[in-house]
């Protein structure tokens, strides 16, 4: 079984500042690790994801999150917070093959506030 | 847009109602998820078909029943309704259905159960 916890749920940053969001994870297996962001009143849309080839993935947005398997971690950062990032972002788990196929395991999301 | 629609948009309906949630895939998508979002559970996974079969089952209440048309459109019906029940409920698609594949969600159906 896979799980996900996401390390606050409320991240405040100020616009230019790095933005971090923790997610860790357990996993049996090697996992499939993704980052979604969900703006209010609309569906999720994926910024990026890992699937056992480089630990550094670069998504959209200038988004990239690391994964350190030694931690089971997967945090998402960005460089410099704009203020069109503010949204909730949520790090979700698959696992490869059994009987759980493409099923997400979602982490409880964690809404980022970028302050002018 | 992720090419993925829902309907309805939104849904208000009575304890104890049934309703149908419809939701029309990515175009060339086999695979089609449906999620529950809830301020208590948070995203939770309800059901996945793949082609028209169903393939893995997750959090989904005996009440709720779903099924993947031969066009691949899929549909979840909700019944006997509680006030619990009221949540946005999100479909999403992929190509595949395995694990690594991108998964593309639509907007979503808000449910108020009043």
């Known amino acids: 079984a896979q799980s996900v916890t996401q390390l606050g749920s409320h991240v405040s940053v100020s616009e230019g500042a790095l933005v971090l969001l923790r997610c860790n994870y357990s996993?049996?297996?090697?996992?499939?690790l993704f980052w979604y962001v969900q703006y209010p009143n609309q569906g999720l849309q994926l910024l990026l994801k890992?699937?056992?080839?480089?630990?550094l993935v670069k998504g959209i947005n200038g988004f990239e999150a690391e994964f350190k398997k030694s931690e089971t971690s997967f945090h998402l950062t960005k460089p410099s917070a704009h203020m069109s990032d503010a949204a909730e972002y949520f790090c979700?788990?698959?696992?490869?093959?059994?009987?759980?196929?493409?099923?997400?395991?979602f982490g409880q999301g964690t809404i980022l506030t970028v302050h002018p | 847009d992720s090419g993925v629609t829902q309907t309805p948009k939104h849904l208000i309906t009575a304890t104890g109602q049934r309703v149908t949630l419809r939701c029309s895939p990515r175009?060339?998508?086999?695979?089609v998820y449906w999620y529950q979002q809830s301020l208590d559970q948070g995203l939770q996974f309800l059901i996945q078909y793949y082609n028209g079969e169903e393939r893995a089952k997750g959090n989904i209440l005996e009440r709720f029943s779903a099924q993947q048309f031969p066009d691949l459109h899929s549909e979840l019906n909700l019944s006997s309704l509680e006030l619990g029940d009221s949540a946005l409920y999100f479909c999403?698609?992929?190509?595949?259905?395995?694990?690594?594949?991108?998964?593309?969600f639509g907007p979503g159906t808000r449910l108020t159960v009043l």
């Open positions: 175009s060339g998508d086999l695979s």
């Open positions: 996993s049996s297996v090697p996992p499939y």
């Open positions: 979700a788990v698959s696992a490869p093959g059994g009987t759980s196929y493409g099923k997400l395991t």
């Open positions: 890992y699937t056992s080839a480089a630990t």
């Open positions: 999403a698609s992929s190509l595949l259905g395995q694990g690594k594949g991108e998964q593309f």
